[in-house]
């Protein structure tokens, strides 16, 4: 899974995580880590973390619909 950090413009702002998902392994360890945020309190980076996981297996749905791929065989 790769991980990018965006660093900010302006110095004392975090940095703004991105995760590219590029094996079904990548988007089952992502979907596992957002189980695990889910269930605790979190701290900001941890939510940041949650929310850049969750764009990432949102990404790796739209680009890996299935459906789209159907066709009606009568």
């Keep these: 899974m790769k991980t990018m ?6 110095a004392g702002e975090s940095g703004r995580v ?3 998902l ?3 392994e990548d988007y089952e ?10 269930a605790c309190a979190r701290s900001e ?6 929310q850049a996981l969750i764009a990432a297996v ?3 749905d739209r680009c ?10 009568s």
């Design 22 to 24: 590029e094996t079904i």
């Design 45 to 50: 980076d941890e939510e940041r973390e949650r």
């Design 5 to 10: 950090i965006e660093h900010p413009p302006h």
């Design 58 to 60: 949102g990404e790796w």
């Design 29 to 38: 360890l992502a979907t596992r880590r957002i189980t695990v945020l889910d």
């Design 18 to 20: 991105q995760f590219k």
């Design 64 to 73: 890996h619909d299935d459906a789209t791929g159907w066709t009606d065989a």
